[in-house]
């Protein structure tokens, strides 16, 4: 995780964020201790009750180990919970990709808006994680193409300089993550999917925010953009167990990182709104995307994307115009705590609205990271 960031940003600095940033284009950032591991729940929180799409928050702490008569029952037990985040974060892949077909084929107007349809952006800065491929690689495109200066964040340097090399070459003259992996862990000992999906966004923002006070105005805020996904809304929080030691699914560790990233979002635009900034936060959701975070699904829908994505899923370039318009739009100039989809404020999952849960993921999350939580005296 890193401890310092190596960008300065400008007056109007937009930052998107989509995955875990170490190396900066320029310079690499320190790395922290690896965290202790938080400690068992104290006592049993409420739990939230029915939510749409079935999004909740337990607190409830790790079954005991079972007895060699109720072997079997735990087995079975174990196996339907990974089945069930698996149904659903497949359920609201197909609603998804049904909704893009139906755009497709339906709506007349251009499925990815020009960059030409932005002011430009000349003496700005944006930093992008993950912009050496995929979503984050064209809104790099977009951004630089408006006169931003652009730092690309990501684990590859190599990667971040290939990807400048190709930008330049196409003559100028992150979306970055995993998606159910396997169970394990990255440097700093975190769950994979809570790690680099969320944790590195959650530290580096922190990092970052004084730099964006400083360079936010009342007629330019400077811009966070945090990219989430619809399984967000299937997403179940287990602030006891963020790192899905109790029982892990590849399905349900990432929907928990893309609804933590939702919370994030709105807990930080609260604390900027007390403090009275000049910076927002909103979150975006990019749709199905036609990118290479599908390594690890099953080999069925490896072949039926391979032969079907042309015309259910959307392009990088597609994917990235929500971002792109939540960063230089100037109709989000001054709007925060924003979940949008298809350029368009769309209601996050009930759950997501929880104050007090988006306060108790924000203090867990800097324990995690090793960071002062000072949002304890926002109320």
């Not at 790690?195 to 936010?216: C, I």
């Amino acid at each position: 995780m890193p401890r310092r960031a190596g960008a300065a940003a400008r007056p109007g600095a937009a930052v998107t964020a989509a995955a875990l940033s170490l190396p900066l284009a320029g310079g690499r950032a320190a790395l922290p201790p690896a965290p202790a591991r938080p400690g068992p729940a104290r006592r049993r929180v409420h739990r939230a009750g029915p939510q749409a799409a079935r999004s909740t928050a337990r607190l409830a702490p790790c079954p005991p180990r079972p007895e060699p008569a109720a072997a079997g029952r735990e087995a079975a037990m174990s196996l339907l919970s990974a089945l069930v985040p698996l149904l659903r974060v497949y359920r609201i892949g197909l609603l998804v990709i049904l909704h893009q077909l139906r755009r497709r084929l339906l709506f007349l107007r251009p499925r990815c808006p020009p960059a030409a349809v932005f002011p430009t952006q000349n003496g700005k800065v944006a930093i992008v994680t993950g912009g050496a491929k995929g979503i984050g690689y064209q809104t790099v495109k977009h951004l630089a193409r408006l006169g931003m200066h652009v730092i690309i964040a990501g684990n590859s340097e190599n990667e971040g300089q290939e990807a400048v090399r190709k930008i330049q070459e196409e003559a100028l003259t992150g979306k970055a993550g995993v998606m159910m992996v396997p169970e394990r862990k990255t440097e700093d000992g975190f769950e994979e999917h809570f790690g680099l999906n969320y944790l590195g966004h959650f530290l580096l923002t922190n990092l970052l925010l004084d730099t964006l006070k400083q360079s936010g105005t009342h007629s330019h805020n400077a811009r966070i953009i945090t990219v989430s996904s619809a399984t967000h809304y299937v997403g179940e929080l287990h602030l006891n167990d963020l790192q899905s030691r109790c029982s892990y699914s590849p399905h349900g560790a990432y929907a928990q990182s893309k609804l933590a990233l939702v919370l994030f979002t709105y807990r930080l635009q609260h604390l900027l709104t007390a403090n009275g900034s000049h910076v927002t936060a909103n979150v975006v959701d990019p749709g199905v995307v036609n990118t290479d975070l599908y390594k690890h699904v099953f080999w069925v829908i490896k072949v039926a994307k391979w032969m079907t994505a042309w015309l259910f899923f959307k392009t990088p370039e597609e994917g990235a115009s929500t971002s792109i318009y939540a960063a230089v739009s100037p109709e989000m100039e001054g709007a925060g705590g924003c979940y949008l989809y298809n350029e368009t404020r769309t209601k996050s999952a009930d759950v997501a609205y929880d104050e007090e849960l988006q306060r108790r993921l924000w203090t867990e999350s800097c324990k995690m990271v090793g960071i002062s939580d000072e949002s304890s005296r926002v109320p």
